[in-house]
């Protein structure tokens, strides 16, 4: 028997706004100091050379270049490996 009387239930309270995560500036592609290159929920990137992590672990241009992606591999607290992708700006090349 319950004991608190006809509450009801209470559908369709789930429609929250998705946080539009993920790559925002791929491999080869150039961008200015301070251009959001990921967003992410946890720090499956890390940042690299020219790159930096704020407090929301989305990971900005510290300045300008060209983003490139390389695999590591990362010792987590308990000893193993993990393999993380590495998110790196290098200056852009003058065009002759």
């Known amino acids: 028997m319950a004991t608190v009387k006809a509450g009801g239930t209470a559908k369709n309270i789930h429609n929250n706004a ?8 791929f491999g080869g592609q150039k ?3 301070g251009e959001v290159i990921v967003r ?3 720090s499956t990137k890390i940042a ?5 992590l704020s407090r929301n ?3 900005h241009a510290a300045e300008d270049g060209v983003v ?3 695999r ?4 987590s607290f308990a000893g193993r490996k993990q393999t993380r992708t590495v998110v790196n700006v290098v200056p852009a090349q003058v065009a002759a």
């Not at 690299?48 to 930096?52: H, I, P």
């Open 18 to 25: 998705g946080q539009r995560l993920g790559v925002k500036r």
């Open 31 to 33: 961008v200015r100091q």
């Open 40 to 42: 992410q929920t946890g």
């Open 48 to 52: 690299g050379k020219g790159a930096y």
């Open 57 to 59: 672990f989305t990971i």
């Open 68 to 70: 490139q992606y390389t």
């Open 72 to 75: 590591t591999k990362k010792t």
